[in-house]
């Protein structure tokens, strides 16, 4: 499967996010490459449990940053973070059942995490970076 590598249009300009994006996508790519060398249906829990706390703990830092500078499209971004991290549950669950191979929530999570920041990333970088430059 093919890996998503940061590139300067992904950049939203305010570093710190930048950055958490960054290990985001490493996070991401190391989810492939476990199932490249691994050939199972499933992932291990582990790695997936891995990526959902460093989501959660990224998705917080973006969340009081629009907190605090009173984005107007806060609950719309914070829809998407809650949707994101319910369907990787439910890919995992479906899994563990048998129901869902891991290849789809791998392709889930590459097109959601290019959507994600060029969409509502972008739009919330647009409007932090007047505060946070």
């Known amino acids: 499967m093919a890996r998503l590598m940061w ?3 992904f950049a939203l300009g305010i570093t710190s996010i930048d950055e958490q994006h960054k290990r985001f996508l ?3 790519n ?3 490459d476990a199932q490249d060398a691994s050939g199972q249906a499933c992932l291990a829990s582990t790695l997936i449990d891995r990526l959902k706390a460093y989501a959660a703990e ?3 830092v973006e969340e009081g940053y629009m907190q605090a500078f009173a984005y107007p499209g806060y609950e719309e971004h914070l829809m998407e973070h809650e949707h994101f991290l319910d369907t990787v549950r439910h890919f995992e669950d479906a899994c563990a059942n048998g129901g869902v191979e891991s290849a789809k ?3 889930y999570l590459l097109n959601w995490m290019a ?3 060029t969409g509502v990333d972008r739009q919330m970088g647009r409007y932090l970076e007047e505060y946070l430059r």
């Open 7 to 9: 590139t300067d249009s």
């Open 26 to 28: 490493d996070a991401l």
């Open 30 to 32: 190391e989810l492939l």
């Open 58 to 60: 990224h998705f917080h």
């Open 105 to 107: 929530l791998l392709d």
């Open 115 to 117: 959507q994600h920041l």
